[in-house]
Nanobody, 133 residues
Framework: QVQLVESGGGSVQSGGSLTLSCVASLRTRGGYCIGWFRQAPGKEREGVATMDINGTPSYADSVKVRFTISRDNAKNTVYLQMNDLSPEDTAMYYC???????????????????????????WGPGTLVVVSS
């Protein structure tokens, strides 16, 4: 059983920063992909940043340079450092995992995922990020 629990959301002003955390209990025998996804009101859910079992990160074009995904294996935690936030980043942010993704396929989620496809079998409840102008 996989459990993902996000934290760290909140309200910030434009240009501010937040760090999201996802505590993930993953038990896999093969590759996996874990990452951050978001859904703004009235919009499709989209990939933001993902990391494969080897620690290779991938980012959506809209967040490159501004966001950084990282993980602490000792704490079973994946982080999303978000800098230079704008109102367009306002969304519910979710941590999710594909427990069967081989290396090299994880980037698809951050670059192309828009709510369908893939094999994201585990989702956290989400944490809300609100950026005001």
């Amino acid at each position: 059983q996989v459990q993902l629990v996000e934290s760290g959301g909140g309200s910030v002003q434009s240009g501010g920063s937040l760090t999201l955390s996802c505590v993930a209990s993953l038990r896999t025998r093969g590759g996996y992909c874990i990452g951050w996804f978001r859904q703004a009101p009235g919009k499709e859910r989209e990939g933001v940043a993902t990391m494969d079992i080897n620690g290779t990160p991938s980012y959506a074009d809209s967040v490159k340079v501004r966001f950084t995904i990282s993980r602490d294996n000792a704490k079973n935690t994946v982080y999303l450092q978000m800098n230079d936030l704008s109102p367009e980043d306002t969304a519910m942010y979710y941590c999710a995992a594909d427990l069967s993704a081989p290396p090299g396929t994880c980037a698809w989620y951050s670059e192309h995922y828009h709510g369908t496809g893939g094999n994201l079998g585990a989702w956290g409840p989400g944490t809300l990020v609100v950026v005001s102008s």
